[in-house]
């Protein structure tokens, strides 16, 4: 049952994710808690005992270094997983890695969206058609969709197909497409599936998806009770919860301090929040430090990078506002990109005391610092971004 290969291509890029895929890809976009969209893609290969996985990445990130501090999954041998970015659409380097894997079959997806695929049973139901390559469209709430499938071919087939496009010079801005669209259009069998699959395409599909993973019992049990999934975020021991810290129907993830209140929120690991500080219906992605006395509501606070000893400052400081519990609005720079009030602070901001920050706002990442005159207010549904001179 080993004896296939998963590939896994990233979408499209786009801007409307805004500061969260701005200097990472999507696979490293922190998702559920603890975990990044690349611990999806790693979890579905291993849990079908794939032979090999070679995931193509768009963005020259730290991928490849995250995947390599994978380690064995209890005593099982854990599958050797090739990283490729910079050679990401040259169709040559695609082939010499489909002879290098030399498995008897391939599966394809487009692997930088959450995701939990049983792909046993994809390959069951394809050898069952007995033909050179299937198309499989996922279902999403139950209905199949064209937009999200996974390919599975034998090796033959998939072989030609390549071939063919060197030999007729074919390239494209995203080459597995391309070859999907080759054999679409060359009338091979097509069925569907039953998956979970969770497209991100601005902010607010951000936030509801970190919500429903942690809240919707049978996805959550999948990820954190049978123990399938695993994460390189750095872990340093358990939550600790101060004297005056206060949890009420929220995720806390390992390696944080809580001395402030948590309410309806997902926090991510090492984060620290300070005493009499309130965090409501927000998402704190990882290593984030938050000073005393300041609320925090309907935000995400993009993932905190800078980690060096020296480096131990508030971030985030003390008697901030951050957000608010007002509804239906739409941040006027990037309507597609953030609505439905949710405030986004960009990666490594530093937020100086007392700043109030409305719904609907967007600091991008590495900003923040402007704050630290004697205006400290962004109003609703507006930008603190670097704006770049013309002719730079």
């Given at each position: 049952?080993?004896?296939?290969t998963?590939i896994?291509?990233?979408?499209?890029?786009?801007?409307?994710?805004?500061?969260?895929?701005?200097?990472?890809?999507r696979?490293?976009?922190?998702?559920?808690?603890?975990?990044?969209v690349?611990?999806?893609?790693?979890?579905?290969?291993?849990?079908c005992?794939?032979?090999?996985?070679?995931?193509?990445?768009?963005?020259d990130?730290?991928l490849?270094?995250?995947?390599?501090?994978?380690?064995p999954f209890?005593?099982?041998?854990f599958p050797?997983?090739?990283?490729?970015?910079?050679?990401?659409s040259?169709?040559?380097?695609?082939?010499?890695?489909?002879?290098?894997?030399?498995?008897?079959y391939?599966?394809?997806?487009?692997?930088d969206?959450?995701?939990?695929i049983?792909f046993?049973g994809?390959?069951?139901?394809?050898?069952?058609?007995?033909?050179?390559?299937?198309?499989?469209?996922?279902?999403?709430?139950?209905?199949?969709?064209?937009?999200?499938?996974?390919?599975?071919?034998?090796q033959?087939?998939?072989?030609?197909?390549?071939?063919?496009?060197i030999?007729?010079?074919?390239?494209?801005?995203?080459?597995?497409?391309?070859?999907?669209?080759?054999?679409?259009?060359?009338?091979?069998?097509r069925?569907?599936?039953?998956?979970?699959?969770?497209?991100?395409?601005?902010?607010?599909?951000?936030y509801?998806?970190n919500?429903?993973i942690?809240?919707?019992?049978?996805?959550?049990?999948?990820?954190?009770?049978?123990?399938?999934?695993?994460?390189?975020?750095?872990?340093?021991g358990?939550a600790?919860?101060?004297?005056?810290g206060?949890?009420?129907?929220?995720?806390?993830?390992?390696?944080?301090?809580?001395?402030?209140?948590v309410?309806?929120?997902?926090?991510?690991?090492?984060?620290?929040i300070?005493?009499?500080?309130?965090?409501?219906?927000?998402?704190?992605l990882?290593?984030?430090?938050?000073?005393?006395?300041t609320?925090?509501?309907?935000?995400i606070?993009?993932?905190?990078?800078?980690?060096?000893?020296?480096?131990?400052?508030?971030?985030?400081?003390?008697?901030?506002?951050?957000?608010?519990?007002?509804?239906?609005i739409?941040n006027a720079?990037?309507?597609?990109s953030?609505?439905?009030?949710?405030?986004?602070?960009?990666?490594?901001?530093?937020?100086?005391?007392?700043?109030?920050?409305?719904?609907?706002?967007?600091?991008?990442?590495?900003?923040?610092g402007e704050?630290?005159?004697?205006?400290?207010?962004l109003?609703?549904?507006?930008?603190?971004?670097?704006?770049?001179?013309?002719?730079?």
């Open positions: 049952m080993n004896d296939f998963i896994s291509y990233p979408g499209t890029r786009s801007d409307l994710l805004l500061s969260l895929t701005e200097s990472r890809s696979y490293m976009l922190p998702i559920g808690g603890r975990f990044r690349v611990d999806f893609t790693i979890r579905n290969s291993f849990s005992g794939a032979r090999t996985t070679i995931i193509y990445n768009n963005r990130d730290d490849d270094a995250y995947v390599e501090r994978y380690g209890g005593d099982m041998k050797p997983i090739k990283v490729i970015t910079r050679e990401y040259d169709i040559k380097v695609c082939y010499n890695l489909i002879l290098e894997s030399n498995t008897e391939y599966a394809i997806y487009n692997g969206n959450p995701s939990i049983d046993p994809i390959i069951k139901k394809y050898k069952a058609r007995r033909t050179g390559a299937v198309l499989f469209r996922l279902n999403l709430d139950g209905k199949p969709t064209m937009a999200y499938t996974v390919l599975v071919s034998d033959k087939t998939l072989l030609n197909v390549v071939r063919g496009a030999r007729e010079k074919r390239s494209a801005p995203n080459l597995f497409e391309m070859i999907i669209n080759i054999l679409v259009n060359t009338g091979i069998s069925s569907s599936f039953d998956a979970y699959y969770w497209p991100i395409k601005n902010v607010p599909e951000y509801a998806l919500r429903e942690i809240w919707n019992p049978e996805v959550f049990g999948l990820l954190y009770r049978d123990e399938i999934i695993k994460s390189q975020i750095a872990a340093g358990v600790h919860i101060g004297r005056h206060r949890i009420v129907n929220s995720f806390v993830s390992d390696f944080c301090k809580i001395n402030g209140t309410e309806h929120s997902i926090i991510y690991p090492g984060v620290e300070g005493d009499h500080s309130v965090v409501k219906d927000s998402i704190i990882p290593y984030n430090r938050i000073g005393p006395g609320r925090i509501t309907r935000t606070i993009d993932e905190r990078t800078d980690l060096a000893p020296e480096s131990a400052y508030l971030n985030i400081g003390g008697s901030c506002r951050i957000g608010s519990g007002e509804e239906y739409k720079d990037y309507p597609q953030l609505f439905s009030s949710i405030t986004l602070i960009g990666k490594d901001c530093r937020i100086a005391d007392g700043a109030q920050i409305g719904s609907g706002c967007y600091v991008a990442s590495g900003m923040g704050f630290q005159g004697s205006k400290k207010y109003y609703d549904g507006t930008s603190l971004v670097r704006i770049v001179p013309e002719g730079a």
